[in-house]
């Protein structure tokens, strides 16, 4: 309603008594002053009783049959029934719907309504299942069990079980007790350090058994802080790969060199010409 409309000053001064904001109170009593308008001037406030709903289908079954017809909502109604401005009255409206409420249920239409004197609504429910469900995106993690403790088991018994296979066929045992009299011919530390060995073949002492090593470690340590990427997958890791691959390249060549490939007096031997010189 406009602000011209007075209101309730009962219904307002009670609500505001009731602790109810001003502006529920002033809609409430609005809406009391224009019921009791209405009220004061004849008009319902409710729908039709049906007794009076069927009295206006017999009035409008008559016209009916007498020729008159049905006027459109646009259009005036045959007889001069029409109100101001062509618009149907209230008791045509009823008897309108009181009309179509004793006529046959029409199936349901899947368009648009042919009839535009009613108002259909349609409920639907849709299952679940058929509502769309937007899921983060997954991260590259996985948890600690089982996945990552299964795999790691898997590998320690892999490893086991190769170590005890070539404990079976390899026979590594204990070489005699020092003796500084007999120098063996073939002087080489065990496989492990033979790469910390070739090196002394290259470089000073100080410089291949401190300084190389010790750049090396330190650039391993500090990978992780250089390239920051927190993907775990090995293909996002470039810079962590290509830097251990390195590593593990270059130290397993001097492993190679050291192990076959020198002979008597640490010196290059070609294995197919002065046999295997690699003791375990």
Excluded: C
Excluded at 243 to 256: D, K, M, R
Excluded at 262 to 278: D, I, K, M, S, T
């Amino acid at each position: 309603m406009s602000d011209e409309v007075q209101i309730d000053q009962e219904v307002y001064d009670r609500l505001i008594g009731e602790g109810k904001s001003e502006r529920i109170a002033r809609a409430k009593a609005k809406a009391a002053a224009v019921r009791q308008a209405k009220i004061a001037e004849g008009q319902s406030l409710g729908p039709k009783p049906a007794e009076e709903a069927s009295k206006k289908l017999e009035e409008f079954r008559e016209k009916a049959a007498s020729g008159g017809g049905v006027a459109t909502k646009t259009a005036a109604p045959a007889g001069g029934d029409a109100g101001a401005g062509g618009r149907l009255t209230p008791e045509q409206r009823a008897a309108r719907v009181a009309a179509s409420l004793g006529q046959e249920q029409q199936p349901p239409s899947m368009g648009v309504p042919a009839s535009s004197e009613h108002t259909h609504r349609l409920l639907a429910l849709v299952p679940p299942s058929g509502i769309q469900q937007v899921q983060a995106k997954q991260q590259d993690k996985v948890y600690t069990w089982p996945h990552l403790l299964l795999v790691e088991f898997v590998a320690l018994l892999a490893v086991t079980a190769l170590l005890l296979v070539a404990s079976f066929f390899l026979d590594a045992p204990l070489g005699s007790l020092a003796n500084p009299n007999e120098v063996p011919a073939i002087n080489k530390a065990p496989w492990y350090f033979m790469g910390l060995q070739e090196l002394l073949r290259y470089f000073h002492p100080m410089v291949a058994g401190v300084t190389l090593p010790g750049v090396f470690m330190v650039g391993l340590m500090a990978v992780p802080y250089v390239d920051k990427n927190p993907s775990a997958h090995p293909e996002n890791r470039k810079l962590a790969n290509m830097a251990f691959t390195f590593f593990l390249t270059f130290w397993g060549l001097l492993v190679i060199i050291g192990s076959f490939l020198r002979g008597a007096g640490y010196e290059w031997v070609w294995p197919w010409v002065e046999g295997l010189g690699f003791t375990l």
